[in-house]
């Protein structure tokens, strides 16, 4: 098993070796066409973002800037939109379902390195896959930690350190991320806290 292959198989590997740093570096290039897209020419950025990601739906959008390692390892769903800053370390892979919101300044980060300082200067390090479910809202400045499953409809604070999976049908906030409660059928019919819809095509 060579260290692609252990990469992606979670396994401790050595990301200078077998072709990594190349794969990094023409990731790279399609990310600075990318970010570097002037505003008349944004027509540009879907088929931009098809040869840098492994896969997407048709309707996706994400924000100037954006970063990621090999963009290969993310596959993301229909109706996809990500805010300003949005930063993937897609050592692992990453899974992001459909209808999927993302605020400014989000990471979501499947490395990591051992906490040993002895195994951690040896050079290994690691990656840990990231799940996210359909019709999730992540709010702004939330970092998601690797091996992470975030449940369907979910929705994510901002500010939030996401460590443990996160349930469907939840919200949930905090550092470390916790569910503060239940999404309810009753939520439906509000926009923000205890202020209702005043529209009737909302649902």
């Known amino acids: 098993m060579d260290q692609k292959e252990r990469m992606l198989n979670n396994l401790p ?36 973002l098809r040869k840098i990601l492994g896969k997407t739906g048709d309707l996706i959008h994400i924000e100037q800037p954006f970063h990621c390692d ?14 300003y800053n949005l930063i993937i370390l897609d050592v692992a892979k990453v899974k992001i379902g459909t ?7 989000v990471a979501i980060y499947t490395a990591g390195h051992p906490v040993h ?8 390090e690691y990656g840990m896959d990231i799940t996210i479910g359909d019709n999730v809202w992540i709010g702004g400045n939330t970092c998601i930690l690797p091996g992470v ?13 996401v460590t443990k999976d996160i ?3 939840t919200i949930a906030a905090g550092n470390p991320c916790r569910v503060i409660r239940e999404i309810k059928e009753e939520d439906r019919h ?11 095509d909302y649902m």
């Open 149 to 161: 499953t975030i449940g369907d409809n979910a929705v994510i604070g901002a500010g939030s350190v």
């Open 167 to 169: 349930p469907d049908n």
């Open 13 to 48: 590997y050595k990301a200078w070796m077998d072709g990594l740093a190349e794969e990094r570096l023409a990731c790279k290039k399609l990310i600075f066409e990318y970010n570097s897209l002037p505003p008349e020419e944004w027509g540009r950025s879907t088929d931009l």
């Open 99 to 105: 209808n999927v919101q993302i605020a400014p300044n």
């Open 117 to 124: 300082p002895d195994s951690r200067n040896s050079g290994y």
């Open 70 to 83: 090999y963009g290969k390892n993310i596959e993301i769903g229909e109706n996809f939109f990500a805010n």
């Open 190 to 200: 509000f926009y923000y806290k205890d202020r209702r819809f005043d529209v009737d």
